[in-house]
Nanobody, 115 residues
């Protein structure tokens, strides 16, 4: 099983980034996919989630209206479009796959929002 995040980096406040998580080794279309983040000195938090068929999404209140999660089941990939980024969005972002007790994680990608 592999989950490989990409797309992180340094961006100015108000900017945008698109994270990708390419997966392999499991039946992607059967898994709920989530993006979590961990900021320095803080607990890991759920940022966004998307149901296996993509019809249902959920967001943390702090990112609602700015971030959009999506998935492409043909490419076994989940995305996180992040707009209007704020310094408080600075964190390591992790991709997560969950289904029936199976819980898989990526290695994380750093997002830094700073001028």
């Amino acid at each position: 099983v592999q989950l490989v995040e990409s797309g992180g980096g340094l961006v100015q406040p108000g900017g945008s980034l698109r994270l990708s998580c390419a997966t392999s080794g499991f039946t992607f279309s059967r898994y709920v996919m989530n993006w979590y983040r961990r900021a320095p000195g803080k607990e890991r938090e759920l940022v966004a989630g998307i149901a296996s068929a993509g019809g249902y999404t959920t967001y943390a209140g702090s990112v609602k209206g700015r971030f959009t999660i999506s998935r492409d089941n043909a490419k076994n990939t989940v995305y996180l479009q992040m707009n209007s980024l704020k310094p408080e969005d600075t964190a390591v972002y992790y991709c997560n796959a969950y289904s029936s007790g199976n819980n898989y994680w990526g290695q994380g990608t750093q997002v830094t929002v700073s001028s």
